[in-house]
């Protein structure tokens, strides 16, 4: 209870309103923020989620200790002025920085003996998708654990819906499980899409079904455009980041959504 005292007053500074943000800053991010719209041509909601430097280490990878926000240019479906806009941006980016020190995180570096004072908070940003037709992880490796589908290939965990997430599992919620194995990593027409379980989510998104659900969560069209795309960023990064690793693999996550483009599109 002492440190959690002593963290939220530390928080409290920071979120306070006399805390520095710059001005600079702010402007850039809402001269961004005014272009993003949605077919309506109304402004989007951007996320801003957390992402330091103490997470995705060898042991550990500090899922969940950090928060993110969401920044809001609407009140009631009218646009804010400029200086609300500046505002509410401000108190979202404190808002972020600031959860370095909740109080989970704070333990859990404690515990790996992550040196406090060398963490950073970066904020990664992108358009808010409240109500995606699918929501899911993938890696660009194969690492199904079936024995006559050994080879290269792109794993895929996903779920239909916004209700149910792959990243925070719920007891006895099951995603559809994909393996898509390629000879030649960009050669999306000899792509083989293995499914290897099916979700039990209804196609409302949010009903649980007492078996699985037959229907695919996403089309194959899609499946296989999305595994393109990530072996396009793994292809970039390997050399950046892994060269020396024959192990080297991304860990992503990926939505499917029709609003921006009136179509399901990954």
């Known amino acids: 209870s002492y440190r959690e005292a002593q963290l939220q007053a530390l ?36 996320k801003l989620r957390s992402s330091t430097n103490s997470e995705d280490l060898p042991n550990f990878n500090g899922a969940g200790l950090y928060s993110s926000f969401s920044y809001k240019p609407l009140k009631k479906d009218v646009e804010k002025s400029p200086e609300e806009k500046r505002k509410h941006l401000k108190d979202v ?18 515990y790996f003996q992550i040196p406090h004072a060398q963490v950073k908070m970066g904020i990664q940003v992108n358009p808010s998708f409240e109500d995606e037709g699918a929501d899911g ?37 099951k995603p559809q499980k994909i393996l898509v194995r390629y000879a030649e990593p960009l050669d999306v ?4 899409v293995h499914i290897l379980q099916n979700s039990n989510i209804a196609d409302d998104g949010e009903s649980i079904l007492p078996q699985d659900n037959p229907i695919p969560v996403m089309t194959n069209e899609q499946i296989k455009d999305l595994a393109l795309q990530v072996m396009k960023a793994h292809l970039h990064f390997k050399p ?3 060269a020396q690793n024959p192990n080297f693999s991304l860990d992503l996550e990926f939505k499917v959504d029709s609003e921006d483009t009136g179509f399901p599109q990954v």
């Open 137 to 173: 992880v993938v890696v660009s490796k194969n690492i199904a654990d079936v024995k006559e589908l050994a080879g290269p290939g792109v794993y895929i965990e996903v779920q239909r819906g916004s209700k149910y997430s792959v990243t925070n599992p719920v007891a006895g919620i």
């Open 240 to 242: 950046k980041l892994g």
């Open 189 to 192: 027409a000899n792509y083989q």
């Open 93 to 110: 980016l404190r808002k972020v920085w600031a959860s370095v020190w909740n109080l989970r995180a704070f333990d859990e570096r404690s």
């Open 11 to 46: 928080r409290d500074l920071m979120i306070s309103e006399e805390s520095v943000v710059s001005d600079k800053l702010v402007d850039e991010l809402i001269s961004i923020f005014d272009q993003q719209r949605d077919s309506k041509g109304k402004l989007r909601k951007m």
